[in-house]
Structure formats: structure tokens, C-alpha cells
Nanobody, 126 residues
Framework: QVQPVESGGGLVQAGGSLRLSCTAS????????VGWFRQPPGKEREFVAS????????LYGDSVKGRFTISRDHAENTVYLQMNSPSHEDTAGYYC???????????????????WGQGTQVTVSA
């Protein structure tokens, strides 16, 4: 299984913007759908967004729809999560995950995940 690695987390002001990256050393990363999930303090992990292996299909969780954008660059072997207008409620550990099978169109649930990244912390200040 491809092992994803996240980066780009940190402290951001509410209403600002931040871009997270998810990449892998294995080029087969581009063959899999990728999802972003997050886990706020004291809460369960939740789905944020997913993108298909072929750029075109995306899906978002209701809480981020219209504010966050997922994209991927096959040349860079990277999936991005652009976070615009974040609020304190977006403070969480953010995790990238690859689909268990290349045939999966998107990744929206833990049961469909093959590998998790180690996570990157995003803290939104008021």
C-alpha cells in the first residue's frame, strides 16, 4: 500500500487561508483515490473531502462545502486541500488517506481506506 505523508498544517487566523499537501514517494499514489479526514479535539474522525484518481470527481463534507477545495497534481504526485475562510471549528488534526483498492472511485469512510498518513495539526485562531 502507498504511504501518504501530510504537510502544511499550522496556525492560521480565522478568515484566512491555508493549504495542506499530501504526497507519497511511490508514483502509484496517482492510481488511487485520496481522501482528507479530520479529528477535532475530543471528537471522532470525520470526512472532509475526496478526489478520484483521475481529476474530475470530488466530494465534500457538508461542514466544509464551499470553503475547502481538494485538488491533485499528478506531475507533483500530490493532493492538496485548500482551506479558505476557516473558523475555530475547523481546528483539528488533518489526515490524508489512500483508497484500499484502485477501483474505488472516492474515499469517504474508514472501511475504504488502505493507508493513513501521520496527520498534520491545523489550529484556527479567533
Amino acid at each position: 500500500q502507498v504511504q501518504p505523508v501530510e504537510s502544511g498544517g499550522g496556525l492560521v487566523q480565522a478568515g484566512g487561508s491555508l493549504r495542506l499537501s499530501c504526497t507519497a514517494s511511490d508514483r502509484t499514489f496517482s492510481n488511487y483515490a485520496v481522501g482528507w479526514f479530520r479529528q477535532p479535539p475530543g471528537k471522532e474522525r470525520e470526512f472532509v473531502a475526496s478526489i478520484s484518481r483521475n481529476v474530475g470527481n470530488t466530494l465534500y463534507g457538508d461542514s466544509v462545502k464551499g470553503r475547502f477545495t481538494i485538488s491533485r497534481d499528478h506531475a507533483e504526485n500530490t493532493v492538496y486541500l485548500q482551506m479558505n475562510s476557516p473558523s475555530h471549528e475547523d481546528t483539528a488534526g488533518y489526515y490524508c488517506a489512500t483508497a484500499k483498492f484502485a477501483a474505488f472511485a472516492l474515499v469517504t469512510a474508514a472501511s475504504a481506506i488502505g493507508s493513513w498518513g501521520q496527520g498534520t495539526q491545523v489550529t484556527v485562531s479567533a
